[in-house]
């Protein structure tokens, strides 16, 4: 049967042939730390499809997400428009469209499952523990008020029908207590072959938000998300998805888990995570298996709720233009923000408004509107540029963190620095105003050489 490609991964395909130079890969490529490297050597950022996959059938794509250009046209918004289009996402959602049927129940397999075998699972650092799907998009219903949960999240491969997953969020770890404590088996859904838009709703955070990710996801994509019946569970999952593993978190199962080559490439703590016992497979005919570069493509969609979370929080204190929280640092450790100051004091109040936005950030720099947070030569001249370490430089000793910092994990910590960038106000700041080119915007090129 044809379908008209309306969502998620397929949907996509034609556009990151066209416009970004999508690679075909028909050499064949082992899925045990070639393909990671070959995505990896590419900066994570150009968009790879493996035709040919040592000892698998099924193509695997990587590399989508880990480009802001992309994210910004794949989500109908520009980068100045875009902290704008999520935001209103937030109080316009449009709940999803429950379809009778679907490309995604094309082949359901429900006995003798060894996810090893159906899929072309990928092992990318030298000392990880398995196998991982890394681009598995988990689907959770609240069971207090019925709500979608979604989450991108890591999961080991532990042979057959097992996996674990690595929960790190406070709302999931809440939900896994509150059904161990009820001796209740926690109903979930993987899904892989997805969209920009699934990708980014899946980084709102619920415990913040309190929106429910599929009418997130209709909100952002200005229509409903489509989506069918699990054939094993009782949760709904998007029609068009390449790939749906269905399963149980046991109430009374765990497993060790890691070590994994984790945010910032070092490897994270081994650690006893839930089990999800599979109870069925679902995919479409000819399945592309979507994987992501661990740590670098997947925390970029992260990357772009936080600056939206940034943007709110700082925006209470003084006039905000732009936030980068960084990709260098793991998009969540650092935040560059521009503002229009009009007080003394407004670079300091930004930086502790900031640092406030989130346990995981680390290191802010407050810069002024005339510096594009984006491009980190301008950013490192205002630092060079406009900052006194004995005035402008601030520690805050001893604060919560995140474990995903290695440094954090030495004493549970973690120290945070708040650096005001921004010039002197009124004469004093004559001195610090940049050289400017008249007409320079304008200057063409290739008008002065053709062949460039």
Same mark, same amino acid.
């Given at each position: 049967?044809l ?5 998620m #991964? ?9 416009r970004y130079g ?5 050499v064949?490529?082992?899925p045990?730390f070639?393909?990671g490297g070959?995505?990896e050597?590419l900066? /994570?950022?150009?968009p790879?499809?493996f035709?040919?996959v040592?000892?698998h059938?099924?193509p695997?794509?990587? @590399?989508? !997400? *880990? ?10 918004t520009?980068?100045?428009e875009?902290l !704008? ?8 959602t449009?709940? %999803?469209?429950?379809?009778?049927d679907?490309?995604?129940?094309? /082949? ?6 060894d996810?090893g ?6 092992t ?12 598995g ?10 709500k979608?949960?979604?989450s991108?999240?890591? !999961?080991?491969?532990?042979g @057959? ?9 406070p !709302?999931?770890?809440?939900k896994i207590?509150?059904?161990? &404590?009820q ?6 859904a ?7 838009y ?9 415990? #913040?938000? *309190?929106? +429910?990710?599929? +009418?997130y996801?209709?909100g952002?994509r200005?229509?409903?998300?489509e989506v069918?019946?699990?054939q ?5 999952? %998007?029609?068009?998805?390449e ?9 009374n ?8 080559g984790?945010?910032?490439?070092y ?5 006893k995570?839930?089990?999800?016992r599979?109870?069925?497979?679902m995919?479409? /005919?000819?399945?592309i298996f979507?994987?992501? &570069?661990p740590?670098?493509?997947?925390h970029l ?10 943007? $709110? ?5 003084v006039?905000v233009?732009?936030? /980068?929280?960084?990709?260098? $640092?793991?998009c ?13 004091g ?6 502790i408004a &900031?640092? @406030?936005?989130s346990?995981d ?6 810069v002024d509107?005339?510096?594009d947070v984006?491009d980190p030569g301008?950013?490192?001249g205002? =630092? $060079? ?11 805050i000793?001893?604060a919560n963190g995140? @474990?995903?910092d290695?440094?954090h994990l =030495?004493?549970?910590t973690s120290?945070?620095?708040?650096i005001? &960038? ?8 004559k ?10 915007d304008?200057?063409?090129l290739?008008?002065?050489f053709?062949?460039?």
């Open positions: 049967m379908h008209l490609e309306k969502q #991964l397929r949907a996509c395909l034609g556009n990151l042939r066209d999508l690679l075909e890969c028909n064949e490529a082992d045990k070639e393909i070959i995505l050597k900066g /994570n950022t150009t790879v499809l035709n040919r040592k000892g059938k099924m695997i794509i990587g @590399g989508m !997400f *880990g480009d802001r250009e992309m994210f910004y046209d794949f989500t109908g520009t980068r100045e875009r !704008f289009k999520y935001m209103n996402a937030v109080n316009r449009i709940p %999803p469209r429950l379809l009778s679907g490309p995604v129940k094309e /082949n359901i397999i429900t006995r003798n499952i996810l075998k159906i899929f072309p699972l990928p990318f650092h030298e000392l990880d523990s398995s196998s991982f799907i890394t681009a998009v988990m689907v959770v219903r609240d069971p207090d008020d019925g979608i949960y979604t991108i999240r890591r !999961f080991q491969f532990n @057959g029908n097992n996996i674990s997953a690595l929960v790190t969020s !709302f999931l770890s809440d207590k509150q059904a161990r &404590a001796k209740k088996n926690l109903e979930v993987v899904v892989l072959g997805y969209d920009y699934f990708c980014l709703a899946s980084q709102l955070g619920s415990d #913040l938000y *309190g929106v +429910d990710k599929y +009418d996801d209709g952002l200005g229509e409903p998300l069918v019946k699990c094993t569970v009782d949760l709904e999952v %998007p029609a068009y998805a790939i749906v593993i269905e399963g149980v978190i046991p109430y199962e765990e497993v060790t888990e890691g070590p994994f984790e945010l910032m490439g490897y994270g703590a081994v650690a995570h839930p089990v999800i599979v109870s069925a497979v995919h479409r /005919n000819q399945p979507q994987i992501s &570069a740590c670098k493509e997947e969609s992260n990357g772009l709720i936080r600056d939206m979370e940034v943007y $709110a929080h700082v925006s209470r204190i006039k233009k732009d936030v /980068n929280v960084t990709i260098g $640092a793991g969540r450790f650092h935040a560059v923000v521009s503002i229009s100051k009009k007080s003394p407004d670079g300091k109040a930004a930086a &900031a640092l @406030g936005s346990k950030i680390k290191h802010v720099v407050i509107d005339d510096i984006f301008d950013v490192e205002a =630092l $060079a540029a406009r900052v006194q370490a004995s005035k402008d430089v601030f520690i000793p001893g995140t @474990g995903l290695p440094s =030495l004493e549970m120290d945070k620095v708040g005001d &960038a921004t010039k002197p106000l009124g004469e004093a700041g001195g610090f105003e940049k050289a400017r080119i008249p007409g320079y304008a200057i063409d290739k008008k002065f053709p062949n460039l």
